[in-house]
């Protein structure tokens, strides 16, 4: 069974850092690219950043590029996203997610707040 957890979430003030984790088990981790979603209350659902299965191609929205950075760890079944400089607006739930044979499986989501 596919399983993904997203941890490190929390509340930071502007301009601040946070590293979120989502550690994978149930398929062949580095064969998969990964991607990192956000969905902020009352928006839908956007993506934030995928990475390939090797780690060497990244691709990241308009709004976060320069500011996040997606990584991965294949011996640790484990994908990554460092998130600095961080705004308000990137307040959200933010989610891991991929695409494998058993089909499109998501995280529960670890809530990132950015308040003063």
């Known amino acids: 069974q596919v399983q993904l957890a997203e941890s490190g979430g929390g509340v930071v003030q502007p301009g601040g850092s946070l590293r979120l984790s989502c550690a994978a088990s149930?398929?062949?981790?580095?064969?998969?690219?990964m991607s990192w979603f956000r969905q902020a209350p009352g928006q839908e659902r956007e993506l934030v950043a995928t990475?390939?299965?090797?780690?060497?191609?990244?691709n990241y929205a308009l709004s976060v590029k320069g500011r996040f950075t997606i990584s991965r760890d294949n011996a640790k079944n484990t994908l990554y996203l460092q998130i600095n400089s961080l705004r308000p607006e990137d307040t959200a739930v933010y989610y891991c997610t991929t695409l494998s044979p058993a089909g499109r499986t998501w995280g529960q989501g670890t809530q990132v707040t950015v308040s003063s």
């Open positions: 990475i390939l299965s090797t780690g060497l191609v990244t």
């Open positions: 149930g398929f062949v981790f580095s064969d998969y690219p």
